[in-house]
T-cell receptor, first 113, second 115 residues
C-alpha cells in the first residue's frame, strides 16, 4: 500500500528565506508526483508535476526534485514571501489502473513579514 | 483558476440524511475523481469516473456513490450520513491518458458539516 509522508508538518520562516519541503513515498512504482498548494478552506492548486522519468521541474521561484529509487521528493522555494503562506501537499500517482492520487498530510507554511 | 466548479459551497446536514454534491469538469476533460479531506489531513481518494463508468474506488463504503453524465459533469451521493463524513469534498477533472501524463485540476470544494 502506497503511503506518503511529509516533513515537517509545519514551518515558520522569515520573509526572504529559502526553504525546502520534504516528501517521501513507500512504493517507487509511480507514474508521477505532483506538488499542490492549498489555501485555508480552499481547493488545490497544482504547482509542479514531475513524471517518473524526470528528475526535476521548475516554475518561477519553485523547484521540485524527484528521486524515485529512494522514494523522495523535495520542493524548494526561493526568496519566500508572505503570499507563499499556505499548506503544501505532495501526491503520487501509483502505477495501477485508474488515475487516483495518494496524498501526504501536508506541510503548513507560514512566512512572516 | 481551474475550470472546475462545485456546488454547493457549504452544506449542513444531520446524521442519517442523504446529500448530493455536484461537480462540473473543465472543458475537454473526460475523467472526474472525488476526494474527501478531513480537517488537518490530506485528501483521500473516494472514486473516479471515466466515460460515465466507475474506474477505481478507494476504501469507502457503498453508501458513497456517484454518477458521471454525458457532458462529463458528476455527482457524489452520500447516504445515511455520519458525523465522520464532515469534511471538504474535492472534485478533480483530467484528460485521462494511458501514459499517466495528465494533470488533475481541482475544484474549490464543498464543505459538508454533519450535525
Amino acid at each position: 500500500k502506497q503511503e506518503v509522508t511529509q516533513i515537517p508538518a509545519a514551518l515558520s520562516v522569515p520573509e526572504g528565506e529559502n526553504l525546502v519541503l520534504n516528501c517521501s513515498f513507500t512504493d517507487s512504482a509511480i507514474y508521477n508526483l505532483q506538488w499542490f498548494r492549498q489555501d485555508p478552506g480552499k481547493g488545490l492548486t497544482s504547482l509542479l508535476l514531475i513524471q517518473s522519468s524526470q528528475r526535476e521541474q521548475t516554475s518561477g521561484r519553485l523547484n521540485a526534485s524527484l528521486d524515485k529509487s529512494s522514494g523522495r521528493s523535495t520542493l524548494y522555494i526561493a526568496a519566500s514571501q508572505p503570499g507563499d503562506s499556505a499548506t503544501y501537499l505532495c501526491a503520487v500517482r501509483p502505477l495501477e489502473y485508474g488515475n487516483k492520487l495518494v496524498f501526504g498530510a501536508g506541510t503548513i507554511l507560514r512566512v512572516k513579514s | 483558476e481551474t475550470g472546475v466548479t462545485q456546488s454547493p459551497t457549504h452544506l449542513i446536514k444531520t446524521r442519517g440524511q442523504q446529500v448530493t454534491l455536484r461537480c462540473s469538469s473543465q472543458s475537454g476533460h473526460n475523467t472526474v475523481s472525488w476526494y474527501q479531506q478531513a480537517l488537518g489531513q490530506g485528501p483521500q481518494f473516494i472514486f473516479q469516473y471515466y466515460r460515465e463508468e466507475e474506474n477505481g474506488r478507494g476504501n469507502f463504503p457503498p453508501r458513497f456513490s456517484g454518477l458521471q453524465f454525458p457532458n462529463y459533469s458528476s455527482e457524489l451521493n452520500v447516504n445515511a450520513l455520519e458525523l465522520d463524513d464532515s469534511a471538504l469534498y474535492l472534485c478533480a477533472s483530467s484528460l485521462y491518458t494511458f501514459q499517466g501524463t495528465d494533470t488533475q485540476y481541482f475544484g474549490p470544494g464543498t464543505r459538508l458539516t454533519v450535525l
